[in-house]
T-cell receptor, first 117, second 115 residues
Framework: GAVVSQHPSRVICKSGTSVKIECRSL??????MFWYRQFPKKSLMLMAT?????????EQGVEKDKFLINHASLTLSTLTVTSAHPEDSSFYIC?????????????FGPGTRLLVL | AQSVTQLDSHVSVSEGTPVLLRCNYS??????LFWYVQHPNKGLQLLLK??????LVKGINGFEAEFKKSETSFHLTKPSAHMSDAAEYFC?????????????FGGGTRLMVKP
């Protein structure tokens, strides 16, 4: 199956600092990637849709100035949590959309656990 | 609009007994349906998907799911549970007409397998 990686797998940072998370599709090109957030004991929440070469589309209630998304190439999207606070601590998961013929499938990264102290 | 309801937040079975994880959906159009599994501290893994072909879909690790349009259900089953099946399972719906192929996730069902 297709492989999507995330880096780092976990990060601890101080309140007020910024953290960048990378999402890479390793064996296919992805025009579209998605960023999700998972709260403890909760389901995934879509934060934004990342489109290569254009601005990301954010879901309602997600602050675009706080969660900066850059999709500079067909294999890399980054999420930067700016001025992180403890309430930003969460599990962040990206996915990449693989398009082939008439079928499209999302492949998920392993996730990044962020802890803000 | 589309939505997914996983009827049980927790399911506990004994090893070797059948597994049934329930999922009901609503969608304005013909949906694609998926089951994903998430093991602790791991990313999501696709178990199986339904995309308007055969209504009985076979996935990895012995899991299968049946799409029942009349019941708007897509329940996940496995004849015999294994200890390694203990994980969180997500039922997911995607409306193919939905721009960007966004997925709508159910709340998840935590499967526990007792020895």
């Amino acid at each position: 199956g297709a492989v999507v990686s995330q880096h780092p797998s976990r990060v601890i940072c101080k309140s007020g600092t910024s953290v960048k998370i990378e999402c890479r599709s390793l064996d296919f090109q992805a025009t579209t990637m998605f960023w999700y957030r998972q709260f403890p004991k909760k389901s995934l929440m879509l934060m934004a849709t990342s489109n290569e070469g254009s601005k990301a589309t954010y879901e309602q209630g997600v602050e675009k100035d706080k969660f900066l998304i850059n999709h500079a190439s067909l294999t890399l999207s980054t999420l930067t949590v700016t001025s992180a606070h403890p309430e930003d601590s969460s599990f962040y998961i990206c996915s990449a959309l693989r398009q082939g013929g008439s079928q499209e499938t999302q492949y998920f990264g392993p996730g990044t656990r962020l802890l803000v102290l | 609009a589309q939505s997914v309801t996983q009827l049980d937040s927790h399911v506990s079975v004994s090893e070797g007994t059948p597994v049934l994880l329930r999922c009901n959906y609503s969608s304005s159009y013909s949906p694609s349906l998926f089951w994903y599994v998430q093991h602790p501290n791991k990313g999501l893994q696709l178990l199986l998907k339904y995309t308007s072909a055969a209504t009985l879909v076979k996935g990895i690790n012995g899991f299968e799911a049946e799409f029942k349009k009349s019941e708007t259900s897509f329940h996940l089953t496995k004849p015999s549970a294994h200890m390694s099946d203990a994980a969180e399972y997500f039922c997911v719906v995607s409306d193919l007409r939905n721009a960007g192929n966004m997925l709508t996730f159910g709340g998840g069902t935590r499967l526990m397998v007792k020895p």
